[in-house]
């Protein structure tokens, strides 16, 4: 079993930045394709960023693109999601997945952490 535990929301203003982080509990080489996932109050959850297993092809969502970064450090079986230039629509709880697969993109993931939550105020 896959356990993801994200961490680094928070409150930021707009136009700041935040890092957050996706530790899974098994060497991420075991699981391929990971990304970030996003659900805002009232809205469904959406697709945000992916990253493959080597972190060779990452794929954005429009919203992000320019100003969110994935990247994946292997050797600490943690990934990563840089956001600069945030903005107030950006809140949100960001959810980390991970698959066995080698790609999914915006598909289906098998594994989901709990998520942390994001706040940009304006």
């Known amino acids: 079993q896959v356990q993801l535990v994200e961490s680094g929301g928070g409150l930021v203003q707009a136009g700041g930045s935040l890092r957050l982080s996706c530790a899974a509990s098994v060497g991420t080489l075991r699981i391929h394709a990971m990304g970030w996932f996003r659900q805002a109050p009232g809205k469904e959850r959406e697709f945000v960023a992916a990253?493959?297993?080597?972190?060779?092809?990452?794929f954005y969502a429009d919203s992000g693109k320019g100003r969110f970064t994935i990247s994946r450090d292997n050797t600490k079986n943690t990934m990563y999601l840089l956001m600069d230039s945030l903005k107030p629509e950006d809140t949100a709880v960001y959810y980390c997945?991970?698959?066995?697969?080698?790609?999914?993109?915006?598909?289906?993931?098998?594994?989901w952490g709990q998520g942390t939550q994001v706040t940009v105020s304006s």
């Open positions: 990253i493959d297993r080597r972190g060779g092809s990452t």
């Open positions: 997945v991970a698959d066995r697969a080698l790609w999914v993109g915006v598909g289906e993931y098998e594994y």
